[in-house]
């Protein structure tokens, strides 16, 4: 079996391959912004976050179950079940994303009307077809996550961010709009679903024909349920909802106002916290199959070290340099925008901690409390965006967002180092305070 790479070496490489595919993201947000201005980039936003929610549940948890299992039976050496797994896998999304497609198809009509923009439906429709290679595009990531095969995404990622950004440049400035940048991304992600395909295929044996043990298909599905169940809970808290109830109840200035520090604060949170972040998981699943019961404990206290070492510099930077950040990416006519990011970067510590201890009840297979948890917290970014969007709008959503992810973060982290073996915790203070 190949040696994985250390959480270290896992996270540079993650570190690598978000770098290059989130710049390549910010630069098309700047072009899209200075191009279309705060109207039209707000008209784009709403788009892609309603594209990105049907995304989401589509994907129904399956990418994450296919990533914690594959690390878990990639530690134990049985490919086989890796195989079948990924069947299962990408068998259910790609039904899933049909089903997601058709609905926002048949939805697309109905959702220009109600937010009061026309122009919404045919963004939409072409948005329904991008989620059919996006859903099983994403299973296929996650099990060459799970496998830690960082470098290859990196490779991935170092071909096609830099075409996917000129064609997007290029559709921009030929007078595409929209509709250039959407068909851009649909060529691009095709692309990907072929070469991740190939990788796939090399790695484990896709066992179409094969069942799985009806212990383990058990376990799948307990988890997979409990995972699609935190997606629906995600959407409210850790991602972009507020853009919606925008979007109803505000302006298309408004809506930007609050889609490009939102936007900005996700990239750096992804790109930094989130090397060590996304290799968490896979990382204590596969820790899980070792002898050592101190394991878990210890990559988790190492990951705890290093994302405090690298959120706190960059919140602290981040609101000093919000100002100058907004003025010179995206000029004078975002200025709205800069409260809202300081307000943001303060979230975000909140945010990787919450994110950290999620990905550690998950690897341990403790979903109740995440569940249980995240309904109550839901409900409260509800009632604060309703109360709070309507009188102040950007700033309004900021606060709700940031509330809500603090709230959460701590209703979890607490009851998980609760959780972790009394014998552990001295492995843990020792790791976090070298």
């Known amino acids: 079996m190949t ?23 910010l630069l098309v947000s700047v072009l899209l912004a200075r191009k279309l201005h705060p109207d039209g980039f707000g008209q784009y936003a709403l788009v892609m976050s309603i594209v990105s929610f049907a995304y989401l549940f589509a994907r129904a948890g399956i990418p994450g179950t296919v990533r914690r299992y594959a690390a878990e039976f990639d530690g134990r050496g049985e490919r086989d079940l890796i195989g079948m797994v990924t069947a299962r896998g990408l068998r259910n999304a790609m039904l899933t ?16 009307t ?15 077809v991008l989620l059919l290679p996006m859903v099983p595009l994403s299973v296929l ?51 990907n679903l072929a070469a991740l395909g190939w990788k796939a295929a090399r790695e484990v044996s896709i066992g179409w024909h094969g069942h799985l043990p009806e212990a383990v298909r058990n376990r799948l599905k307990r988890y997979n349920l409990a995972l699609a169940a935190l997606i629906l809970l995600d959407v409210i808290v850790w991602q972009r909802s507020e853009l919606l109830f925008l979007g109803r109840l505000s302006s298309a200035a408004e809506v930007s106002f609050y889609a490009v520090p939102f936007a900005l604060t996700e990239r750096v949170v992804d790109l930094i916290p ?48 919000a100002p100058i950040v907004i003025h ?5 006519g975002f200025a709205g925008a800069t ?24 690897g341990m297979e403790a979903q109740g409390r995440l569940l249980k948890t995240g309904v109550v917290a839901a409900a409260l970014s509800i009632v604060l965006d309703l109360v709070l969007i309507p009188r102040w709008g950007a700033v309004g959503a900021a606060i709700a967002n940031s509330t809500v992810q603090g709230a959460w973060a701590v209703a979890i982290f607490i009851p998980l180092w609760r959780r972790l073996d009394r014998r552990a915790a001295p492995v843990i203070r020792e790791v976090v305070a070298s």
């Open 3 to 25: 040696e994985r790479p250390s959480l270290r070496r896992g996270s540079l490489l993650n570190f690598a391959d978000g770098a290059i595919s989130l710049t390549a993201a």
């Open 97 to 112: 994303g049909l089903g997601a497609a058709l609905l926002l198809l048949a939805a697309a009509g109905p959702l220009s």
């Open 114 to 128: 109600f937010f009061r923009n026309p122009a919404l439906r045919s963004y939409l429709l072409l948005g329904a």
């Open 141 to 191: 990531r996650a099990l060459l996550g799970g496998l830690q095969q960082y470098k290859f995404l990196m490779q991935v990622s170092l071909w096609t961010s830099p075409i996917w950004l000129a064609a997007c440049g290029v559709a921009l400035y030929a007078g595409a709009g929209i509709i250039g940048v959407l068909l851009a991304t649909l060529g691009i992600e095709v692309v």
């Open 274 to 321: 989130g090397a060590v972040l996304g290799v968490l998981l896979p990382g204590l699943a596969y820790a899980q199959s070792s002898p050592d019961p101190l394991r878990v404990s210890a990559v988790f206290g190492e990951a705890l070290r290093y994302l405090t070492l690298l959120t706190l510099p960059i919140t602290i930077a981040g609101i000093l340099l």
């Open 328 to 332: 010179i990416l995206y000029g004078d």
């Open 339 to 362: 409260f809202v990011l300081q307000i943001l970067l303060v979230a975000v510590v909140f945010g990787v901690i919450g994110q950290a201890s999620r990905s550690a009840l998950l």
